[in-house]
């Protein structure tokens, strides 16, 4: 017998235990119920998955379920939010159980890794498209934004540059002897959860490398009215992505690639030493408009951009 919307819920997504004392009703009515502490803002964001535009037809759905939670906590992270709870809404061609087992493990393991609650959402029949609203809370008025980079500011990155963007080109068929290492970070990245909460105090703009390192510093650039020059020479680059790069001659891909779910943000120089993240310092923001970068001794303009939906 084909399983019914509530019969896809209660198998798959209700057999978890509550996390956080702010959850106090999850999964089974018409709502949740939260409650939060004082002295705490509530951080909200929401990222739709779609067939053929963020994955490939048949991606493995354990993989899927991590990614699609993974990059909803990399959002909270960019604020410095903790993860408290998330809500999914399914849109699947049919009820496959094989399927939904794969994608609700992917998905709550990394639930469970961060201790976040799952509490509710929505399921329909359509062409495949998974969206997760989540939530989380950040100290009062202490939230990282795009809108507070400051000229003289340090930009640094966590993590290396351009490794997911070299899984996807794998994925499209090109051939690397190492292909393992960019593919997981493809497939699989790690939200910098903790790393977003650490910059609390420290950080002055922040934003997670989704769109491409370009594009996403841009967001900052524009949000606080600055400038920015890089330094090729200091960003954290693997040996597969500068292999990559010495056969196809792309130097852009760790500058524009997208989906490598690291943090991007600014310090001044007065706080560098409070700075304890494993982190890669890439260039300085400057009073002038425009992003640059010193490549090779000369001083290149560079497009803010990277992937679009809609051009």
């Not at 998330?86 to 849109?91: D, G, N, P, Q, V």
């Not at 961060?114 to 509710?120: E, F, H, Q, S, T």
């Not at 982190?279 to 001083?299: M, Y």
Request: hydrophobic share 40%; proline share 5%; net charge negative.
């Amino acid at each position: 017998m084909a399983l019914s919307e509530f019969g896809l819920i209660e198998r798959f997504f209700c057999q978890q235990t509550v996390k956080n004392t702010s959850t106090r009703l999850g999964i089974g009515d018409d709502c949740a119920l939260l409650a939060f502490p004082p002295g705490f803002e509530l951080a909200i964001t929401t990222d739709t998955m779609v067939e053929n535009v963020h994955f490939f037809a048949g991606t493995d759905p354990e993989q899927l379920g991590h990614k699609l939670l993974a990059v909803n906590l990399s959002d909270l992270a960019s604020m410095g939010a903790k993860p408290v709870s998330i809500m999914l809404a399914l849109t699947l061609p049919k009820a496959d159980e094989g399927w939904l087992g794969a994608f609700a493990k992917g998905f709550l393991n990394l639930a469970k890794r961060y201790n976040v609650d799952l509490i509710g959402g929505d399921t329909t029949s359509g062409p495949l498209a998974l969206t997760v609203q989540a939530l989380g809370l950040v100290p009062q008025g202490q939230a990282l934004m795009r809108s507070s980079a400051k000229p003289g500011d340090f930009i640094y990155v966590t993590g290396l540059l351009g490794d997911a963007g070299l899984g996807l080109k794998i994925k499209q068929g090109y051939h690397c002897s190492d292909p393992d290492g960019a593919l997981k970070r493809f497939n699989c990245p790690t939200p910098q959860v903790e790393t977003g909460q650490a910059l609390i105090g420290i950080a002055h703009a922040c934003i997670d490398v989704s769109d491409g390192l370009a594009a996403d510093l841009g967001h900052i650039l524009q949000k606080s009215q600055v400038g920015a020059c890089l330094d090729w020479e200091t960003l954290p680059i693997s040996a597969a992505v500068q292999g990559y790069i010495a056969a196809t001659g792309d130097w852009q891909l760790p500058l524009t690639a997208g989906d490598d779910y690291e943090l991007c943000f600014t310090v001044s120089p007065e706080k560098v030493a409070q700075l304890t993240v494993p982190c890669h310092k890439i260039g300085v923001i400057e009073a002038q408009p425009g992003l640059q970068l010193r490549k090779s001794g000369t001083v290149l303009p560079l497009e803010m951009k990277g992937f679009e939906h809609f051009y």
